[in-house]
């Protein structure tokens, strides 16, 4: 399947939550933080108003509760509007 998202959204695969562990004790998946970091898989075009400044590869932090989450073959992603998103990390 292939997912091309419109206007001013990107498609994102969310960087999984650590693995934390405190004094030998393993923290639940329901108890982990949400990841705010991830890969942007596709990007859309852009608005006449609003250029993509995001593209394809680039490493980002959105907020925690942005984006819609959609799951495709078993894999969770998200989908949010540029605007969502924070910044753009580079390393």
């Known amino acids: ?3 091309k998202p419109l206007a001013d959204r990107v ?5 999984p939550a650590e693995e934390v562990t405190v004094a030998g004790i393993i ?10 970091r ?13 250029e993509m400044v995001v593209k394809e590869g680039d490493t980002v932090l959105y907020g925690k509760y942005a984006g ?6 078993g894999e969770k ?4 509007r540029q605007s969502d998103i924070l910044a753009i990390v580079t390393e």
């Open 1 to 3: 399947m292939n997912i």
């Open 11 to 15: 498609l994102i695969n969310p960087v």
């Open 27 to 36: 923290i639940p998946d329901s108890a982990k933080e949400k990841p705010q």
């Open 38 to 50: 991830g890969v942007v898989l596709a990007a859309g075009t852009g608005t006449k108003d609003e």
């Open 68 to 73: 819609t989450e959609i799951e495709v073959k």
């Open 77 to 80: 992603y998200l989908i949010m």
